[in-house]
């Protein structure tokens, strides 16, 4: 049965800060991984989605590496700013369609 | 806007009322989802249709049943409500149904039942 933790479960750092967010899975056998962003009382934001074939994937400040075969991947965020604020998601998708989540990592970037 | 919409964005009812959350999205998407959060904002999945067909249905109460009337439409009407069901729902799509596509998810309904 595949699980998906998220490590830490809250991280508070001060602006322009760079920082890690870790997610792991416990069965390799994925299609993709997704990480999300979900501000409070709002909807997810899609930030990255990773395939299986990918190492890593980018966008703007962000960068999202996937390690398959060790059922890891690292979502790196360069300067932080307080609008970086929210949880985090990490989602696997194995066969079957389904998205599989993490309980997410709420960030807290302190001006 | 290209969006994933529902309604209503808050829901607040008494035990053993029926509901409906009504989900659309207008990206063109053939696969549509419903996924609960609970109050430890733990996200799983419920039901997946595509093209109108159910393709996902996990461990959920019959008193749940989710209808699409067509691609864009995904509705979850639920009976007999239970403390218990108290959640917020975020409906999804993406495109195909293939394990490749990125999932959009819609701003979610606070239901809570009192």
């Known amino acids: 049965k595949q699980e998906v933790t998220q490590i830490p479960a809250a991280l508070s750092v001060p602006e322009g800060e760079n920082l890690v967010l870790n997610c792991s899975f416990t069965?390799?056998?994925?299609?993709?991984l997704q990480w999300f962003r979900q501000d409070p009382g709002k909807g997810l934001t899609s930030l990255l989605l990773?395939?299986?074939?990918?190492r890593e994937q980018t966008s703007g400040r962000l960068n999202a590496s996937l390690d398959k075969s060790s059922g890891r991947s690292t979502l790196y965020i360069a300067a932080s700013q307080p609008g970086d604020s929210a949880t985090y998601l990490c989602a696997v998708r194995p066969s079957g369609g389904k998205l599989i989540f993490g309980q997410g990592t709420e960030l807290s970037v302190k001006p | 806007d290209t969006a994933v919409s529902q309604t209503p964005k808050y829901l607040v009812t008494q035990m053993g009322n029926d509901k409906s959350i009504k989900c659309e999205q207008n990206l063109g998407h053939d696969t549509m989802y419903w996924y609960k959060q609970d109050s430890k904002k733990f996200l799983k999945i419920m039901f997946s249709?595509?093209?109108?067909?159910?393709?996902i249905n996990e461990t959920v109460p019959n008193r749940f049943s989710p209808k699409s009337p067509d691609k864009a439409h995904l509705n979850l009407h639920i009976n007999s409500l239970e403390l218990g069901d108290s959640a917020v729902y975020f409906c999804?799509?993406?495109?195909?149904?293939?394990?490749?596509?990125?999932?959009?998810f819609g701003p979610g309904t606070r239901l809570t039942v009192t």
């Open positions: 249709y595509n093209n109108k067909e159910l393709i």
């Open positions: 069965d390799s056998a994925i299609y993709n």
């Open positions: 999804a799509s993406s495109q195909g149904g293939r394990a490749s596509y990125e999932q959009y």
């Open positions: 990773i395939q299986s074939s990918q």
